[in-house]
């Protein structure tokens, strides 16, 4: 791991590695195939950029999206790294340029979509190259569980037969456990090294709130927010246009990104918004994959999204830095008709079913009267200990009440009916319906039949959906959603301890919790004067460069400089993100923007 971790100082300017990147590295480096599910802004992009540094050869990485190539190969290059994407946005003679780099091992990564790496031509193009690994971007498009499948990765199956000795990385920021071994089956890395790392963003403040006059709502989440960067995701094409030019003429700095505007126009909206000269960008879910800048405070969902992976890869857009930042949806009932009504279109009956079984999870999050956190963590199969302190609920915590009795009735309905419905179904047995399907199952004779009507409807929704999220049930998603109780639930039917849960939560107007956890800037002693001037001299080298000015500094190592004030090379170098490149490139700037500060203050 010496050249690994050379590298990553040398190149990346990371002082050392985060949890499970330094394991993976060097598994890669052996030869050996890895999946790797680490959220957004975890670092999974060294997971791959490194070892193909260290490897002899091109690392060959499938990207989905032009844009998510440009960005990463332009951060590359300002690291000194010599990468290149091959795409139909190339003319033919650049194109020509990028290949004869390939053929002469010039390149140490090439990003390229999946469909143009799996022609006949560009794999027989490979057969004289060296190369040091494949690595699979947003593997989750894989799988038919995934939340943004591609029937084009289907293709990438191949690779594991036609390359047998070169290491394949597949990387996500969201898949729950179907989606993860349908990655892992279609891709045939049976052998794979298996690495999870925790999906707990702590600098991600998470708050959902009933749809009330819902720009009023924005407008007062956004008071406090006024020069801060962020996404507004909404459901329709209309929508973002009427929101954006609203917020326009309410002084805000938006622009809107769909994709029913052309090419040029969504590219200059992006490019303005990665450049710092545009604030807000109000889109639907075509924007945003693979974008990273690290400075988005927050991200608001003005819709109800459509399923929690997109909620959850969509939110990670926000805080990257480690900052703190917000995640806000408005949640309305009429967004679940919207969406239900887009999933009905499908004539896929298998995916279909897929995709409104999602839907009923994030309205299940929507609707939580628990912890938000646990309940998203849980949702990829990760327990939180504890309440998360940092969420809408854990701040304004609902009236709990002792509901052994209610679990108790929920737990042996499921256990009687043999673990083998799902949740309406046994709360019409509770409710004790007399319909024909009970009937004819000869339901209406169990003992809990009935014992449950006392309770309304919403009620038992939210008493399910509170023993799923703390562990009691689970869902089987590949069985129509029936409930099965876990081997925590023995210690309820036996009444062994105490339930505590929440009563209906009354719903709040307005949002947005400004209590983040995280890198607080509120929590660093750092000269903010002298933070202003770094941020104006980062934008201005930006420009001249033609990059965005997050790939010159971020605002976290931008702070750290603000803290630390280094005064020599060697000072400078220590800070997280100055590697070598940076540090010939804009050190001798920033140290003497350092020292006329320094002055000016004495002065």
């Known amino acids: 791991m010496t050249k690994s971790l050379e590298v990553l100082q040398q190149v990346f300017g990371f002082e050392d590695f985060r949890s499970l990147q330094k394991k993976i590295i060097n598994s890669i480096i052996s030869g050996e195939d890895n999946f790797v599910l680490m959220p957004t802004g975890g670092g999974k992009s060294l997971c791959y950029q490194i070892p193909s540094l260290v490897r002899e050869g091109v690392g060959i990485i499938v990207s989905p999206l032009i844009s998510l190539m440009q960005d990463q190969v332009q951060a590359l290059k300002a690291n000194g790294v010599s990468a290149a994407f091959y795409n139909s946005s190339l003319n033919e003679e650049d194109s020509r340029a990028i290949l004869s780099k390939l053929h002469n091992n010039a390149l ?206 969509e939110t990670g857009r926000a805080g990257r830095d480690g900052l703190a930042s917000d995640a806000l949806i408005l949640y309305g009932l009429q967004d679940r008709v919207v969406i239900s009504r887009l999933i009905e279109n499908n004539e896929d009956e298998k995916q279909k079913r897929i995709e409104l079984h999602k839907l009923s999870c994030m309205i299940d999050l929507a609707e939580a009267s628990t912890c938000r956190r646990r309940v998203l963590l849980n949702y990829f199969n990760e327990s939180l200990d504890g309440e998360c302190g940092n969420c809408d609920v854990c701040l304004n915590p609902p009236e709990t009440y002792n509901a052994i009795v209610h679990a108790q009735k929920a737990l042996s309905c499921v256990y009687r009916v043999n673990q083998s419905f799902g949740i309406n179904y046994i709360i019409d047995i509770l409710h004790g319906k007399d319909n024909a399907r009970i009937k004819s199952l000869a339901h209406e004779k169990l003992s809990t039949y009935g014992i449950g009507a006392d309770t309304t409807r919403e009620e038992w929704h939210s008493i399910f959906r509170q023993l799923i999220h703390l562990g009691y049930l689970e869902q089987d998603i590949a069985n129509y959603s029936i409930l099965k109780l876990t081997s925590r639930a023995k210690s309820i039917l036996r009444a062994d301890e105490t339930l505590m849960l929440a009563k209906a939560r009354i719903k709040v107007s307005g949002g947005g919790s400004s209590k983040s956890k995280g890198l607080a800037a509120s929590t660093v002693n750092y000269d903010k004067d002298l933070f202003e001037k770094l941020r104006l001299l980062r934008k201005t080298l930006a420009k001249k460069a033609g990059i965005p000015p997050f790939m010159i500094f971020s605002d976290a190592s931008l702070i750290e400089i603000a803290a630390t004030l280094p005064g020599t090379e060697a000072e400078f170098l220590s800070v997280n993100g100055v590697g070598q490149k940076k540090l010939t490139s804009y050190g001798r700037i920033f140290i003497e923007a350092i020292r006329e500060h320094q002055e000016c203050v004495i002065a």
Not at 183 to 199: E, P
């Open 108 to 313: 140490d990564l090439l990003y390229i979509a999946p469909e143009r790496l799996m022609s006949g031509s560009f794999l027989a193009r490979l057969e004289g190259i060296d190369i040091s690994l494949f690595a699979i971007d947003e593997a989750h498009c894989v799988s038919q569980w995934g939340h943004d499948f591609r029937a084009a990765y289907l293709g990438l199956g191949k690779l594991r037969e036609l390359f047998p000795d070169i290491p394949i990385i597949a990387l996500t920021a969201t898949a729950d456990k179907q989606t993860r071994q349908d990655v892992i089956n279609n891709l045939n890395i049976r052998k794979a090294h298996v690495n999870v790392a925790s999906f707990d963003r702590p600098n991600i403040s998470y708050t959902i709130v009933e749809k009330q006059k819902p720009f009023n709502q924005l407008a007062e989440f956004l008071k406090s927010r006024k020069n801060a960067h962020g996404i507004i995701y909404c459901l329709s094409r209309k929508r973002v246009e009427e929101l954006a030019t609203k917020l326009e003429k309410h002084g805000y700095n938006a622009r809107p990104y769909h994709a029913g505007l052309s090419t040029q126009q969504r590219s200059s909206n992006q490019k303005a918004f990665q450049q710092d000269d545009v604030n807000i960008i109000v889109a639907t879910v075509a924007f945003g994959m693979g974008i990273d800048k690290p400075n988005v405070r927050f991200v608001v969902h003005y819709d109800l999204p459509k399923n929690i992976e997109a909620y959850y890869q």
